[in-house]
């Protein structure tokens, strides 16, 4: 598989998850962000190891707690309780500086330099999602904030460890995006049933939102996402994580009927403009590849 259908396919997990500001709102029951991060990991986790067939070994049960916690359990419980804390798009504008935070991480971590060209898009692209998402009668709560940058902070980190550690050998996308769902949906149980406990009752609706986001924005959309993360450069999926909050927007002006202004179209521009030279710019750079684990290995373990 060449590098444009990888990043095409890697594109469609920000997409998905582009769905999730509207679903929370509008299908969700409010005042459950655990539970939401719960049904939204922990089955779809479990279905893909029943599917790979394969659990963790060796060093690879804390590798997958601690990449289950942030990818996972930190980040999905932040991203509900900011979407339903921030209305006018505020999560997604702290969401588009995650390229910002995996430059930095990327060049303290994996030592990467940084590139004036995948600078300038992350900034532009940052930008843009602000004009995109942010009207003149956004609330700012200082929680929905925090949340929502604990949460963009969290799987950033998630994002560079993911590729710094890869996948190992002979563990196939399905089975090594279970491995976290499971555990980052393990590290939520208790919290939920503790903090949160369960609703009364569930509408229809409500089950259609959760199936959705663990089917599509969960199983589907986490193996496509960790697959292009250890085969691209991690610049690349990072700015790829801009097309959620636009994704967003345009479905509140479809579905909501809300209003697209000529702000919000020059911040779209800027977007689609950091998104195109990001992408030239982190494609032609040659990609180091981390050493998977002997098979042997793997095999004597499993």
Partial sequence: MNRVTLLLLTALAP??????????????PAG?????????????????????????????????????????GAFFPLLFL???????????????????????????????RIRPVTAAAAVVGA??????VLGPAAELDTIGILSALGGVTATALGMILTKRWGRPSGV????YAGWQLAAGGLFLLPLTLVFEGLPIALDAGAALG???????????????????IQRLPVIAPGLLALLSPVVATILGVVVAQETFSTAQSIGL??????????????????????EPPNRSLVAAEQ
């Fill in 269 to 290: 521009a800027l977007v689609l403009v950091a998104l195109v030279g990001g992408q030239i710019a982190a494609l032609a750079r040659p990609e180091r590849r981390t």
């Fill in 210 to 228: 959760y199936i959705w986001l663990g089917s599509v924005g969960g199983l589907l959309a986490y193996t496509l996402w960790f697959s292009g």
């Fill in 127 to 132: 930008g843009g999602v602000a004009l995109v």
């Fill in 32 to 72: 459950h962000p655990l539970l939401a991060g719960l049904l939204r990991s922990l089955p779809a986790g479990l279905i893909a190891l029943a599917i790979g067939r394969t659990l963790p070994f060796r060093d690879w049960w804390l590798k997958s707690l601690a990449l289950g916690i942030l990818n996972i």
């Fill in 82 to 112: 900011a979407a339903e804390r921030l209305p006018g798009g505020v999560a997604a504008a702290v969401a588009g500086v995650q390229p910002l935070i995996i430059l930095g991480m990327a060049a303290l971590v994996l030592r990467d």
């Fill in 172 to 175: 196939g996308p399905v089975a």
């Fill in 15 to 28: 997409i998905s998850w582009g769905t999730t500001y509207l679903v929370t709102t509008e299908l969700l």
